[in-house]
């Protein structure tokens, strides 16, 4: 029991030091990544119905009890003169959406949906549109929370280490 307690605190103290070493970058802000770079630039959290009508889609109805979509536009560049994997570009964005609270992975399903990558790799010197997103279900939240869920900080998670980088969402409803 002791050696629990003194790993717990030392997990503590490991996390309250590296707080300082979280990176938050803001709704259209360019992130430099070396071979490419990225910007968030829009954000909604959206019902259904507002997610087919602004998309020109319809979802299969694969999601279970009310629920709304988070949903995030990134424009990338390959700033190099090599053509990279859609992969290799996945990876710098590959984590997922989180409030203090919640998480959740992009949805490949609505990915596919809203999505068209015209070539078979990130060509040289390009730019790409790709849009990330993911249901958001209320049974993952207290009634009050969820009457009051566009009020929530939502962010984009880019990278957990060696610092964690977050893009904070504005939601636009």
Known sequence: MVAFAVFWVCRIISVNKNAN???VYKLGEEIDK?????KATESFLLAKEEFEKKFETEIPDVYEGEYLIL????????KTDYD????ELFAYTDMGFETVTWASMIDP???NKINVLKT????AGTTQEIWYATPVNKVCFKEKN???ISDYEFFYVLSLSPNKETI???IHN
């Open 21 to 23: 070493s979280n990176v």
């Open 34 to 38: 070396g071979t490419v770079s990225l």
């Open 71 to 78: 949903c995030v536009r990134f424009n990338f560049e390959n």
């Open 84 to 87: 990279i994997s859609w992969d």
């Open 109 to 111: 399903l609505l990915g």
């Open 120 to 123: 078979e790799t990130f060509e």
């Open 146 to 148: 969820w009457n009051n």
């Open 168 to 170: 904070a969402l504005e």
